[in-house]
Nanobody, 123 residues
Framework: QVQVVESGGGLVQAGGSLRLSCTVSGRTFSSVAMGWFRQAPGKEREFVAAISWSGSGTYVAGSVKGRFTISRDNAKSTVYLQMNSLKPEDTAVYYC????????????????WGHGTQVTVSS
């Protein structure tokens, strides 16, 4: 059984930083692409960042480009989302997901999802 578990969320002031982590078990981590999505209250889930299985390909949404960085450590079966210069509009539940086939920005192509971690940015 594949498990995806996020951690690192919390409350931070605007301009601050957080690093989210996501571990995957039950699957060979180095063979799956990973992505981060977020969902704010009353809004649809949206793509944040994705990384290929090797880490050589990364994609970041325009709304967070220059502030958020995705990376992975295959030896630790962990993907990270470094979030800097946080804004109140970044407040959301952040979800980590794994894709078997390819790195993608489409949530429909992700096979395994975590339960999410809350990020709240105060003004």
């Amino acid at each position: 059984q594949v498990q995806v578990v996020e951690s690192g969320g919390g409350l931070v002031q605007a301009g601050g930083s957080l690093r989210l982590s996501c571990t995957v078990s039950g699957r060979t981590f180095s063979s799956v692409a990973m992505g981060w999505f977020r969902q704010a209250p009353g809004k649809e889930r949206e793509f944040v960042a994705a990384i290929s299985w090797s880490g050589s390909g990364t994609y970041v949404a325009g709304s967070v480009k220059g502030r958020f960085t995705i990376s992975r450590d295959n030896a630790k079966s962990t993907v990270y989302l470094q979030m800097n210069s946080l804004k109140p509009e970044d407040t959301a539940v952040y979800y980590c997901a794994a894709a078997e086939r390819r790195v993608t920005t489409s949530s429909n192509e992700y096979d395994y999802w975590g339960h999410g971690t809350q990020v709240t940015v105060s003004s």
